[in-house]
Each structure stands twice: as structure tokens, then as C-alpha cells.
């Protein structure tokens, strides 16, 4: 079975910088990315990375969030610099193969910044 396993969420002050993770076990995935879901608001899309090369991010994290992935392209991480309180949510680990057309969702991981 598929499984997407988060780390790294938690408590920063404002300016503050955390790293979220996403092991994918027991399948490699093409597009691998971080979406977020604040309290009474639609989950969005945060950054996502293909072929463990292209990047894609949202206008309000860029310059300010890095998407990467390990050499076998198994794990993708998010490193957040600079975080403001709007960034608060709960972030949540997504992965897609293009093959069988099949996306697959973390159980999400929270990330709360206070001014």
C-alpha cells in the first residue's frame, strides 16, 4: 500500500524558519509537492516539483519557500524561511504518477507561526 509520511511541522515565531518532509513508501512518483488548508479557508496549492527537477510555487511563498527532492526522488522536502502568520495551516504532502493517473495525500502535518 501507497503511503505518504509527513515530519517537521510545529510552533516558529514570525521570521522564523521549519523544514516539513514526505517519505513516499513503496512507490516513485512523478510530481511530488505540499499543499495547505487554513481554518475555513479551500485547501491550495503551496509548491510542487516534477521529475525532481522543475519546480512550481505559489505567488505568496516564492523567494521564501524551497521545494526539493532526495537523489531517489522518493522524499520531498520543504524548507520555509521567512515565515509570517499567514502561513499558518495545516500542510499536507502530495504525490501524483502521471502512469496511472493517480494522486495520493499525506495525513497533513500542522505549522503554526505567531506574530
Known amino acids: 500500500q501507497v503511503q505518504l509520511v509527513e515530519s517537521g511541522g510545529g510552533l516558529v515565531q514570525a521570521g522564523g524558519s521549519l523544514r516539513l518532509s514526505c517519505e513516499a513508501r513503496?512507490?516513485?512518483?512523478?510530481?511530488m509537492g505540499w499543499y495547505r488548508q487554513a481554518p475555513g479557508k479551500q485547501r491550495e496549492l503551496v509548491a510542487t516539483?516534477?521529475?525532481?527537477?522543475?519546480?512550481n510555487y505559489a505567488d505568496s511563498v516564492k523567494g521564501r519557500f524551497t521545494i526539493t527532492t532526495n537523489t531517489a526522488k522518493n522524499t520531498v522536502y520543504l524548507q520555509m524561511n521567512s515565515l509570517k502568520p499567514e502561513d499558518t495551516a495545516v500542510y499536507y504532502c502530495?504525490?501524483?504518477?502521471?502512469?496511472?493517473?493517480?494522486?495520493?495525500w499525506g495525513q497533513g502535518t500542522q505549522v503554526t507561526v505567531s506574530s
Open positions: 502530495y504525490a501524483r504518477r502521471v502512469y496511472y493517473s493517480d494522486d495520493y
Open positions: 513503496r512507490s516513485v512518483f512523478d510530481r
Open positions: 516539483i516534477t521529475d525532481g527537477v522543475s519546480a
